[in-house]
């Protein structure tokens, strides 16, 4: 039983996509059945199950593709939905929503994805559980399509939960070594943790709006729903912690860097696509509860706080690293800050366009990283330096994308990071406040630390002398030409939007049944933007200052060794180590050991102190009750059972018939007692 | 519908089926589990039968029974299968082959052990189906016993105190419910003597009597769930039980309790339900963090599983004195759910204990490496377990939490942690049991399931995907029952179930 349901009436100029939208709950399934393809028939194929794996992501890419072209010339908005249970009132749907917003994440998701994906099969050529990978690797994305396509918060949960757990297995891919286990653990309960927050948030507003239905919601937020007003803050609070969690945002981005311990391709669609973009996708789908007056716009401030305390924090971290993927992972822990820093100055747009640049160029960092990894056996920085002889296209392609993090005009994170700015500079002046204006000096400040590591990580890896005892390579062709082709989506995708001049973006995600109200400014901030461009470019000055000379060690190389900061630094601010020792060993030992020991000496002991008090007292109370009756019933029991009851009657020497028959001749006393007293 | 006494026909297999094992040759002991398999393979069958001829979306009672037996007190040969027992009845019918098909360990007495499981099954699917308290009652006590040999003969090393524990803490709360049966049989009718439950339902008690009555028939179901801090017998039990005592203990003893309160409590004392809601919501959620948190310190993992059990009874418990459709119809699902996954997850224990002789987790490590596919059911029954979506355990609980958040919006709150938990001593065990390298010289040489072990868990990882992807069916079965159950109480009592879209009042 389909229901269908067209939404065109917010906005004239919607369409509801035809066929094309109407069969886009092949998105998510085509995946997933392959998946099940993989693990079952996957080891007998020719290609190890990568082909199914490669044919998921290649469907997805142009099935997005296609809809993000259909979607600019026509804005479509479209929804379909399955029963798959009821009660009461309440209707648990499977669906799927092709709208501007879930458009540009199928494109996202598929583009990446299929570069990656190809990538993945050289690189992970020879492991030990490939084909089990690519399983898995499928379900990630399958599952993040999954919360994409969702109409409803259930189904959102449903797709953020499998998110997790395909984490959790890719994590742990080499599950031989602990830390690795360990890795994966972290990940999962840390976003478990967190998503005690969006459980809570969407019950909290499901049940008072009474649908877990993101157009209902939406549609009660726009007709000021005054129940939903009185829940708002705390509602879209508690969702927004779940956001933190999937989207890693300061203090629960811990997990995040200990992830790297997957394969490099895991980091790389885990960073660019699928799961950390997850949060800033919710803040975005649910944007009119925090965008409208008299619902959760005070959220937005701690979203705002949230986001730049994250931006500047973990990118100072990202300097101190040598592994070339901590330094990457701390930098997208760093834009993930931007992305929710914008959406919290109300910058719906902005802050998806920075989720739309990063994921090619954070997706094409990552597969780089990977293929030097892949050429020197190691993922320090240390063992690498002056590959950029060796490894000519790795190199090209991750200047490239180090450029377009930076924010260097005209690359892709110029334009989405320059907006971002510029909203937090609007917002400043409309409602944001002083807050607005210190995170808008946060951001700054970001932005010549994003341009400063890259360098540093440019410079130690590619230039100088090469300190490994590896022979490095220029990668087989199947991992270079994913990175070509992310490269030039890395150059050219932030003419997408370009204020006063082209605002494609602008309006393919503006394709919803409602008015998401952010602003768009009408030309470029040329003054914000040179600010932007200017730190960025110094940035990029005071690395090459630092860490272009050729020096004979690492250790020299890397100077940037200030007291007392970068101890702080390089342990992370301790907080791995506050939360082991505050939280996780307490609960794991004196809290569990504690509740164990009650359990054992206070709860049982009261237990066996009152039974050991009733044998006492039915001996006296009872001694004067023929008990030969009731021994009779229960011999006839045990020899019902053949000798069996005499094997027990004999260890328990009788005990139990006494025991039984005191508490039945009790109970006969009590019936007494009842009827005598009522 | 057939006139067929199907209700009937249920017991008296598996009575029948013990019969007829009495009837092999004890030199022929070694054809006695097939054979016990294949007569609980029969009341499978009816219980599929009954499954498939329920009507779903009728609320009272169906293929009902009545036969007077004693008329001066009311007593009866009632049956009757509603939606709360109707899946309660078949997870009881299909668990009991695997269980017998996991036996095959056991060398001693084997005789003995296939009539005691038998018997046993008659005893519990009396208890779901009977509908006179007395029935109940004997049904009620007669399961026991097989119970309490199965674990004092073919259970570990300290089977007998374990077994001596389970019956006095069974019989002390038996004891007092029988108090409570024979006060509410012979006052509760109009006059004259009645136990039969659905006459019982008129009676008019009052607000006391409801009180002290739901405290009686209380205890002995609290002590059953178990409820903390009625739980200490539990580990015990299932520490020492053999595997299949284990996963009957679990996946459907336990039940009967959380069936009791929601069949009896619920329906008979409505008052007292709605006032001792509160604290049944508390105990709940104490016993979800407190046994998930002693769950985390176990070093023996069938503890472990134990103890997750106090924490998953608990949700269902909350589910239950939510007092609302969601909840209640949670807690219900909940409960075929966790028979399904605790069931799996001690015959997954069985299995290693079988091959390792212990159970102790440092004992273990890197199984994964010898054991994959042991390794990967594991981890499947695991996330079910901790509520993955897409596997079973997550639409129960999350429409506890649901049903829950609108009467108890607190309780659900601090009950969410619990998820958290859950997911700690799982995969924490998970990790020190199957992951990193092997240290222990003895698990070098383990071999993987045997394709009889996995065709014994197959058919419930077949149901645990089922029902995480498609619940409507077993949903649209409780649903008119328990929604008939929440308007008697609203009838009785000013209580008045919490609307959707009305919540306002929040912290």
């Known amino acids: 039983m389909v229901m269908l349901a067209a939404y065109s009436e917010g906005a004239a100029h919607l369409t509801d996509g035809g066929l094309l939208a109407q069969w886009a709950w092949l998105i998510p399934v085509v995946p997933l059945v392959l998946m099940f393809g993989i693990v079952f028939f996957g080891k007998r194929l020719p290609m190890k199950g990568w082909e199914l794996a490669e044919a998921a992501m290649l469907f997805v890419a142009v099935y997005g593709v296609a809809l993000l072209v259909m979607n600019a010339s026509d804005g479509i908005s479209y929804e379909g939905s399955v029963e798959i249970a009821r009660i009461g009132s309440f209707t648990l749907e499977w669906g799927w929503v092709v709208d501007g917003l879930s458009i540009m994440m199928y494109a996202v998701v598929g583009v990446v994805g299929l570069a990656v994906f190809t990538y993945a099969k050289g690189y992970m050529k020879g492991d030990v559980r490939y084909t089990w990978f690519f399983a898995a690797f499928t379900m990630f994305a399958g599952a993040m399509l999954v919360l994409v396509s969702a109409p409803n918060l259930i189904q959102l949960v449903v797709g953020w939960e499998l998110v997790g757990l395909a984490s959790y297995l890719l994590i742990a891919h080499y599950w031989e070594d602990h830390a690795n286990v360990v890795a994966g653990n972290k990940a999962f309960l840390v976003n478990k943790i967190a998503d005690v927050g969006l459980f809570i948030g969407v019950i909290i507003i499901g049940v008072t709006v009474g649908s877990f239905r993101f157009s209902d919601i939406l549609e ?370 004196p809290i569990a050991r504690f509740t164990n020991w009650t359990n054992t000496y206070v709860i049982d002991g009261v237990v066996n102190a009152f039974g050991a008090v009733s044998v006492f007292l039915s001996r006296i109370v009872y001694q004067g009750v023929d008990q030969r009756g009731i021994d009779l019933a229960f011999n006839a029991a045990a020899s019902a059972t053949g000798e069996a009851g005499d094997a027990v009657r004999y260890t328990t020497s009788g005990r139990i018939q006494q025991y039984a028959g005191g508490l039945f001749v009790g109970a006969v006393l009590l019936v007494v007692g009842f009827l005598i007293f009522t | 519908m057939t006139d067929f006494p199907i209700l009937s026909a249920l017991i008296v297999l598996p009575v029948l089926g013990a019969l007829a094992l009495l009837l092999i040759p004890p030199r022929r002991s070694e054809i006695v589990l097939p054979v016990a398999v294949g007569l609980s393979l029969i009341t499978l069958g009816a219980a599929v039968w009954l499954l498939v001829d329920f009507e779903s979306g009728v609320a009272g009672f169906q293929f009902v029974e009545q036969t007077s037996w004693y008329e001066p007190w009311g007593v009866g040969w009632h049956l009757g299968v509603d939606g709360i027992s109707l899946l309660l009845v078949v997870l009881t019918a299909f668990l009991f082959p695997i269980a017998l098909a996991a036996s095959f360990g056991v060398k001693h007495r084997v005789r003995e052990y296939a009539v005691a499981m038998l018997l046993l099954e008659a005893g519990i699917i009396g208890v779901f189906l009977a509908l006179d308290l007395l029935v109940f009652f004997v049904f009620w006590e007669a399961m026991l016993v097989p119970m309490y040999f199965i674990i004092g003969i073919w259970g570990g090393e300290r089977r007998v105190h374990a077994a001596v524990k389970f019956f006095l803490f069974t019989a002390l709360g038996s004891a007092v419910m029988f108090a409570g049966i024979l006060f509410l049989g012979f006052l509760g009718g109009d006059g004259v003597p009645t136990f039969d439950f659905v006459r019982l339902l008129d009676s008019d008690l009052s607000r006391t009597a409801q009180f002290w009555l739901f405290g009686a028939f209380g205890l002995s179901f609290a002590i059953k769930v178990p409820i903390f801090p009625f739980h200490t017998w539990l580990p015990d039990a299932h520490v020492e039980a053999p595997t299949a005592g284990s996963v009957i203990l679990a996946g459907v003893l336990l039940k009967l309790g959380a069936y009791g309160l929601i069949r009896f409590n619920l329906s008979l004392f409505p008052e007292a339900s709605v006032d001792l809601m509160p604290v049944l919501a508390v105990l709940a959620v104490i016993g979800i963090i407190y046994g998930a948190i002693v769950a985390i310190v176990q070093s023996d993992i069938k503890r472990l599983v134990a103890y997750s059990s106090v924490s998953h009874l608990g949700f269902v418990v909350l589910g239950v004195f939510a007092l609302t459709t969601q909840g209640l119809q949670g807690g219900v699902l909940q409960m075929v759910n966790h028979g399904l996954t605790t069931g799996a997850l001690f015959l997954l224990v069985g299995m290693i204990y079988e091959r390792r002789h212990t159970r102790e987790i440092s004992q273990f490590g890197g199984l994964a490496a010898r054991m994959p596919i042991y390794a990967g059911i594991f981890l499947f029954i695991s996330f079910a377990s901790i509520g993955l979506p897409g596997l079973n355990g997550f639409v129960g609980e999350f429409f506890i939490l649901i049903g829950s958040f609108l009467s108890l919006p607190v309780y659900a709150m601090l009950a969410a942690t619990g998820v958290v938990l859950a997911a700690v001593y799982l995969l924490w065990a998970y990790q020190r049991m199957f992951t990193g390298p092997i240290t222990v010289a003895e698990n070098r040489e383990l071999r993987d399931l045997r394709i009889g072990e996995v065709l014994i868990l197959a058919p419930i990882l077949a149901l645990v995907l089922f029902l995480g992807i498609y619940p409507k069916p077993a949903l649209d079965r409780i649903e008119p029952s328990v929604d008939s159950i929440l308007e008697r109480i609203e009838n009785a009592t000013d209580y008045e179930m919490p609307q959707w879209g009305t919540t306002g009042d929040l912290p």
């Open chain 1, 220 to 589: 009660a937020i726009a007709d000021g729903d005054s129940a939903l007003q009185q829940v708002a803050f705390w509602g879209g609070l508690a969702l927004f912690i779940g956001a933190m969690g999937k989207s890693a945002q300061f203090p629960f981005h811990v997990w995040l860097p200990d992830a790297m311990a997957g394969p490099t391709p895991v980091s790389s669609l885990m960073h660019a696509a699928t799961m950390v973009t997850a949060g800033v996708y919710l803040v975005g789908r649910m944007f009119p509860l925090f965008q409208t007056d008299g619902f959760a716009v005070d959220v937005k401030a701690i979203m705002m706080v949230v986001g730049a305390l994250t931006l500047f924090l973990t990118g100072l971290i990202a300097l101190v690293q040598d592994d070339i993927k901590k330094v990457l992972a701390y930098s997208t822990l760093s834009q993930l800050g931007y992305m929710v820093t914008a959406m919290g100055a109300g910058a719906y747009t902005a802050g998806l366009f920075h989720l739309f640049t990063h994921a090619f160029f954070k997706g094409l960092l990552f597969l780089c990283a990977g293929s030097v990894i892949h050429a020197v056996h190691s993922n320090n920085m240390s063992d690498m330096g002056g590959l950029r002889k060796a490894m000519p296209w790795t190199y090209r392609t991750f200047l490239i994308g180090s450029l377009a993090l930076a924010g260097i005009f005209p690359l892709a994170g110029f334009w989405s990071k320059d907006e971002i700015l510029a909203s937090i500079s609007y917002d400043s002046g409309h409602g944001g406040g002083t807050i607005a204006t210190v995170v808008l000096g946060v951001a700054i400040a970001g932005a010549f630390i994003t341009a400063f590591y890259m360098a540093r990580a440019v410079y130690l890896t590619f230039f100088g002398e090469y300190k490994g005892h590896a022979h490095p390579h220029e990668s087989p062709k199947v991992m270079t030409y994913p990175l070509i082709g992310l490269g030039v989506l890395s150059a050219v995708a932030g003419f997408a939007n370009i204020p006063g001049i082209f605002t494609g973006f602008t309006q393919w995600l503006a394709a919803r049944p409602q008015v998401m109200g952010d602003h768009h400014a009408e030309s470029i901030d040329f003054v914000l933007a040179g600010i932007g461009l200017a730190v960025a470019l110094l940035g990029i000055a005071a690395g090459t200052r630092l860490w272009k000379r050729d020096a004979a060690t690492q250790q020299a190389r890397d100077t940037f060794r200030i007291p007392v900061l970068y101890p702080v630094l390089a342990n992370k601010y301790y907080l791995d180590d506050l939360y082991a020792k505050a939280v996780v060993d307490p609960i794991k030992g």
